[in-house]
């Protein structure tokens, strides 16, 4: 889902996000309470004391596995609508997750946002602390991963210059027909999705986060068909030719 009113929240929530976990290490707990939604009706049977009195646990938590100065990044936002009770984000709330890191380790915050009020209604420290991945591999991986997109465009241009009839089917194909995917995540290795099919010229890629960054390309199958059905027809013309010149030289000879 998105709209000008989610963007622009999901740069405030992240805002936020930075200045209340500030605030936690600076052990700064009442700038914190401020920072909760207090007035929701989710939290209409908190109580303010017992808030505070969680809160340095949550600091140490915090600083125990990534110190006092980090650096943070948004990963992701949402909002999740099920038919499944329980599974839907609360009404008028969004999800966020934020990345926190120091030099070498990383972890990821889970909060829960009030958009009326723009302010946090629940927090939670996912996947404890994991080591920050090197990402020379993840790039390189790019590198071949930008290739697909490069030989489906140049394929869809010999199909544009043949002669070939129904030509907007052949370039669903080319663009379609990227399958299975092969997928590099920063964070857990090189993987392949069978049934997964990349139609965005064969790539997609995502850089949201540690957890986050993935390039994913498919096996440009359309592309590899056209590509060798557009040789046999340039072969069967070039046979063609050929048979009507010996042609043309015979009836010569004749006369």
């Known amino acids: 889902m998105t709209s000008c009113e989610f963007i622009s929240n999901s740069f405030e929530y992240r805002k936020t996000t930075e200045e209340f976990t500030e605030a936690l290490i600076k052990e700064d707990y009442d700038k914190c309470v401020d920072l909760f939604a207090l007035e929701h009706e989710m939290a209409q049977n908190i109580n303010v004391d017992t808030l505070k009195a969680g809160l340095p646990k949550i ?3 915090i600083t125990n596995n990534f110190g006092e100065h980090l650096e943070y990044t948004l990963m992701s936002i ?15 709330t969004t ?33 404890g602390k994991e080591k920050i991945p090197n990402m020379l591999p993840f790039w390189l ?9 490069v030989f489906n465009i140049y394929v869809i241009r010999l199909i544009r210059k043949s002669k070939l009839k129904g030509k907007w089917l052949k370039y669903l194909a080319v663009l379609f027909f990227n399958v299975p995917a092969i997928t590099y995540s920063a964070f857990s290795g090189i993987g392949i999705k069978f049934l997964s099919f990349q139609i965005m010229l064969g790539i997609s890629f995502s850089y949201m986060g540690y ?21 046999i027809v340039d072969k069967n013309e070039m046979q063609q030719i050929e048979i009507e010149d010996d042609e043309i030289l015979d009836s010569l000879k004749n006369e």
């Open 211 to 231: 957890m986050n960054s993935i390039w994913a390309f498919g096996i440009p199958l359309g592309a590899i068909y056209w590509i060798w059905k557009l040789k």
């Open 141 to 149: 991986f790019g590198i071949v991963a930008i290739c697909i997109p």
């Open 95 to 127: 999800d966020i997750f934020v990345q926190i890191e120091n030099k070498e380790e990383f972890g990821v915050l889970k909060l829960l946002f009030d958009d009326s009020s723009q302010k946090i209604m629940n927090l939670n420290i996912l996947n």
């Open 59 to 61: 600091r140490e938590s």
């Open 78 to 92: 949402e909002k999740k609508f099920s038919t499944i009770e329980g599974e839907s984000t609360p009404s008028n």
